[in-house]
């Protein structure tokens, strides 16, 4: 059902014309539903997808039209390891292109989340969170 449709959007997604055809279709807004109902079982499967849409300028304006932050920064504070890296890497790219969310996600209190992440994360959520708390501290000073 679900997993089988996600796998299916993740595959179709990793193909950048399929990017906006995916974000037009109107996926923001289950994706982001997933990130929210942890009985769903589906909130690694949606931040993969999203972490792979966030890669195009469309997905990033979609994405960023939607409550994530606030969400990623939960999924950040409370998740799974793999949620962790997941949720870094799509608000690293997301913060990268609009400093808004920086500033939102600072009000958040993502930087102590995001500090432990940088230390105790998986290699990948590491990086991302480093990156992440570079653009704060840029943003800051």
């Keep these: ?37 942890p ?3 589906m909130v690694d499967e949606a931040l993969a ?37 997941h949720a870094a890497a799509v608000m690293l790219v997301l913060c990268s292109n609009d400093p808004t969310h920086i500033t939102t996600a600072l009000e958040l209190g993502a930087y102590h989340p995001l500090s432990e992440l940088a230390q105790t994360g998986t290699a990948r959520a590491r990086r991302k969170a480093s990156l992440l708390l570079d653009h704060m501290n840029k943003q800051a000073s």
């Design 1 to 37: 059902g679900k997993k089988d449709a996600a796998t299916a959007l993740f595959n179709l997604s990793i193909y950048q014309g399929n990017k906006v055809r995916a974000v037009r279709a109107g996926v923001m807004g289950p994706l982001i539903q997933f990130l929210t109902d």
């Design 39 to 41: 009985a769903a079982d």
């Design 49 to 85: 997808i999203l972490a792979i849409l966030a890669t195009h300028p469309e997905g990033r304006d979609a994405i960023g039209q939607t409550s994530a932050i606030p969400i990623l920064v939960n999924l950040i504070t409370t998740g799974s390891a793999r949620n962790k890296e």
